[in-house]
């Protein structure tokens, strides 16, 4: 059988009109970047990057040393590809300019570096999520404002999946393409094509612990799913949370499921848990294109006006049917 490598596949995208050369160059680089992290993930104790950096970042969370690896790695591979008007990071808390002698481009490129930090110290998986907008024509330096665009203006969105094996997802507005990393060959190959998530599912995920935190209507969905048979829903459910989203994201668009990291009573002032620009929008528009559902439990994730870089939202997604659910319940007086 032809292995198809990320590269070919982008070439084509490209030859098709999906998607511009720079965008094309721009994915590489990221996948570039994917690869050095996955190396330094892999390498765990024997590298010595365990454990906490001694630092803070701006959302006043303890940084771990793969947190600030994982970003520097991603700032540096991307800041001289000249496809980029600018970036944002979780780790970073205003606009990463590029510098002013490299050459730019019209692009603008947001990520988490490392999602899942809880679990770096214990070996579980981790991933890096990334986004890419165009920056506004004319609008010069990007700055904050440039990047406060709605998520149905992504133009490409993608996870990588630090697991036993290291895979890349990724969308440009055409479905979603899966693609495993070749060690031996150092390349991405194409593994699986058009992703899929089932519109009905018997598994979700939640961090249960917060039980006692959740509004009316998320509590009254996760009771009923844990009444199983017996109860309204007639059936029995399954749950799992791996506590990195990209882990459990990976698991709906492999098998189907929903996933809720919702709004309450700890994270209310917040306004949820999980960052807007680079956690719920990217996973919003693989989990759609994928056939899924994403949604606060009130809005279309995709549809939110941004109003800052490091904005917080409540996250339902997954499996349509589940998440409408979620999302009349919340209607419900
Ligand atoms: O520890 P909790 O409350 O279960 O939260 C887990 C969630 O937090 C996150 O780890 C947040 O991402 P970061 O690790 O990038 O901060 C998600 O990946 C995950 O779904
Ligand atoms: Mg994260
Ligand atoms: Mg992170």
Redesign the pocket.
Known sequence: MRRVTLTQFLIEQQRAGRISADLRLLIEVVARAVKAISVNVSKGALAGVLGEAGTDNV?G?AQKKL?VIANEILLQANEWGGHLAAMAS?EVEEVHHIPFDYPKGGYLLLF?P??????IDVNIS??TIFSVLRNPPGSGEPSEQSFLQPGHQQVAAGYALYGPSTQFILTVGKGVHGFTLDREMGSFVYTHPYMSIPADTSEYAI?A??IRHWEAPVRRYVEELQQGKEGPRERDFNMR??????A?VHRILTRGGVFM?PLDEKCRKQGG???LMY?ANPMAMIVEQAGGAASTGRERILDLQPHKLHQRVPVVLGSLNEVERVVAYHREP
């Open positions: 959302q969370e947190d979780e988490d490392l999602d899942g930090s809880s679990n981790v991933g961090n612990s917060n949370w791996v506590a990195s989203m990209v459990d990291y848990k999980l960052r956690e």
